[in-house]
């Protein structure tokens, strides 16, 4: 693809109006750049996978809020985010005992788990009423959750295969868990109990 002649700032500025195709350009730019340097200080494929994919998201995030200041050059603050992002993994790791376990892993083993009954009890409501909010988001947004959390399928291949763009898969994840926020705020619904 040719597209030297366009600069990072006129794509950004595209996408912020709204021309999805600039943000893919801007991503194929640094795609591999950035993932090469997550990737160089996690040593991991999967971390680095997500990780990238979170960077992503927030750019998307930052850009389409208008917050994008241009201040500086693009790839520069690409590299700043990772950078941040790896280290906020690195301290959260330090925090926590078991921050990737077997594939057994499901996300609401976040949960605190005590050993008492009735916390026992607490648990599996909350698991359940959790399942049902899930069940009330709007069904794109269901299903690239659910692939994302469940069944750990990167961003990429989720826009392969429900055939949309990979920041349209992006968007609809962070659409869906906004959405789980306020339908937990309306119900009432605190994961710390």
């Not at 950035?34 to 999967?46: A, C, E, F, S």
């Not at 009954?117 to 709007?138: F, G, N, Y």
Request: proline letters at 3%.
């Amino acid at each position: 693809m040719k597209d030297v002649k366009i600069s990072d700032a006129e794509l950004i500025r595209s996408y912020a109006g709204g021309n999805e195709q600039a943000f893919s350009r801007l991503m194929t730019r640094y795609e591999h750049k950035l993932y090469g340097y997550i990737m160089n200080r996690v040593k991991d494929p999967h971390l680095a996978q997500d990780i990238f994919q979170e960077v992503f998201i927030k750019v998307i995030d930052t850009i389409k809020f208008k917050r994008y200041n241009e201040e500086g050059r693009f790839g520069a603050w690409l590299m700043r985010i990772a950078h941040n992002m790896i280290i906020d993994h690195f301290r959260r790791q330090k925090r926590q005992k078991n921050q990737y376990d077997t594939e057994e892993f499901s996300v609401f083993d976040i949960l605190p788990d005590n050993s008492t009954a009735e916390h026992q009890l607490m648990r599996h409501q909350t698991i359940d009423r959790m399942k049902k909010l899930i069940d009330e988001l709007p069904p794109e947004q269901q299903r690239v959750l659910k692939m994302r959390i469940y069944e750990n399928i990167p961003f990429k291949d989720i826009a392969e295969i429900c055939d949309i763009s990979i920041n349209t898969a992006l968007g609809r994840m962070r659409y869906a868990l906004i959405n789980l926020r306020k339908l937990m705020k309306k119900y009432n619904l605190d994961l710390s109990d």
